[in-house]
Structure formats: structure tokens, C-alpha cells
């Protein structure tokens, strides 16, 4: 879902780890693609998170990765719904979608791919996860400095 909503200033400190190890994410103050960095990834995959499953080898990220998949594809197939909530909060007075209310919409949908197949979509969405993994020690560095 924060891929969808382009839910920015992703980074470690905005991660937390549940006592059962479900990973909850904490401050939403960007959306919409809207990041205090700039060139902010797509999808936020850090290599500690991915060392946190086993490695890119592993069992545990290969589940992940299906995991997330099977979400991406269920989402895709609400996007309809999920387009029309988004529509609905235009004139919500919510900060980051009034700065550009008219593409609101265009945003999110965009992500959803829905020109592509539902194994074209899977395999976009595989390409994004394999990226982000490489370019957010680049961005987490950055972070740190900061």
C-alpha cells in the first residue's frame, strides 16, 4: 500500500519491528510521490530488511516477495475501488493532494499498471523490488549524513 499511495520519507528510523516481527511503518507526513529527498525510490526494500529475512536467497524473502505479489495483484484487481476513495478525498483538505488535487488519481493509478498483464504487472513490480534493494543503501547513507 505504500508503494500505491507513494507514501515518501521512507527510511529505517520510519520502520519499526513488532515484538512478533511484523514490520509497522510509522509517519505518513508525505504521499502522493511527495519526499523530503530528493529522487526518492519507487519502493523502499533496504538490504538490512532483506538480511532480516535470510538474504535474497533465503526461503523467508523468496515468501516475501510472493507475499507481496499476491498483494499487488488483489489490490490491481480493486483498483476501481481504491481509485474512487482516492477521488472522494480530493477535497479532503489533506495536504499533499491538494497541491496537485487534479492528478491525485493519475498518481496512484499509475502504479497500478493496468495497461499491463496481471504477468507483466508482476513481473514490473519484481523489477521494482530487485531495484530499490541496490539504490536504498545509496539513499539510507544519505539519511544517515543528514
Do not use: W
Request: one cysteine or more; a negative charge.
Amino acid at each position: 500500500m505504500t508503494f500505491l499511495l507513494g507514501v515518501g520519507d521512507r527510511h529505517l528510523d520510519n520502520l519499526l519491528v513488532c515484538p512478533d516481527g511484523h514490520f509497522f511503518h510509522v509517519d505518513f507526513g508525505y504521499i502522493l510521490g511527495r519526499d523530503p529527498k530528493p529522487f526518492p525510490p519507487l519502493l523502499k526494500i533496504s538490504k538490512e530488511m532483506v538480511d532480516g529475512m535470510g538474504g535474497p536467497t533465503s526461503a523467508h524473502y523468496h515468501k516475501f516477495k510472493s507475499l507481496c505479489f499476491t498483494a499487488y495483484i488483489t489490490l490491481r484487481k480493486n483498483s476501481n475501488l481504491i481509485l474512487n476513495l482516492i477521488s472522494l478525498m480530493v477535497d479532503a483538505n489533506i495536504p499533499d493532494i491538494q497541491i496537485e488535487p487534479d492528478k491525485a488519481v493519475l498518481k496512484v493509478q499509475e502504479k497500478f499498471r493496468l495497461d499491463l498483464s496481471e504477468e507483466d504487472a508482476i513481473k514490473h513490480f519484481e523489477a521494482l523490488l530487485n531495484e530499490t534493494s541496490y539504490l536504498s543503501v545509496v539513499f539510507d547513507q544519505i539519511h544517515n549524513i543528514a
